[in-house]
């Protein structure tokens, strides 16, 4: 449990183990915060109405650890009351219905947590680079997010 004087604190983690809503939101509980917002992002089943069996996810870690403390650091400049960010994100296969990514964050207040939990995993997917493939039924297909900044200008 975090301390009235803890400094904020930015918990980033990429891993092959499956994701914990509860120890991620443990990670950004205070006793000076009363909302803790979370996002979970997880494989669903189907795509474009094709069965996915599994996504796969890759990054270069030391690329996506930068990118995402860049996000850490414009939530903390938007929302200067934001206490505690983790942001986990699994690497490798990834089944139905298990998480590929949770951010949590802990405010003083709701709107600020629920802004900041927004405003990350949309940048997220824009800005830090990880790759998907989509396993299907018959197939596979990597897939690049459509909020990602590098694929419009690369055509």
Request: hydrophobic fraction near 40%; proline fraction near 5%; include cysteine.
């Amino acid at each position: 449990m975090n301390g009235i004087g803890d400094e904020p604190k930015d918990f980033i983690k990429l891993s092959e183990e499956k994701l914990s809503a509860d120890a991620v939101s443990a990670l950004v509980i205070s006793p000076c915060c009363g909302a803790v917002s979370l996002f979970i992002g997880t494989t669903r089943n189907n795509f474009d109405g094709r069965r996915v069996k599994q996504l796969e996810y890759e990054a270069y870690a030391p690329m996506v650890e930068v990118e995402i403390k860049k996000i850490c650091t414009n939530i903390r400049l938007k929302w200067p009351s934001v206490k505690h960010i983790a942001i986990h994100h699994r690497l490798g296969t990834v089944p139905i219905s298990e998480a590929s990514v949770i951010v949590a964050i802990s405010s003083p207040h709701r709107a600020e947590s629920l802004d900041a939990v927004q405003y990350c995993i949309n940048t997220l997917k824009a800005t830090v680079p990880i790759w998907k493939k989509e396993v299907y039924e018959e197939e596979y297909s990597w897939k690049e997010n459509k909020e990602c900044f590098w694929a419009k200008t690369v055509k």
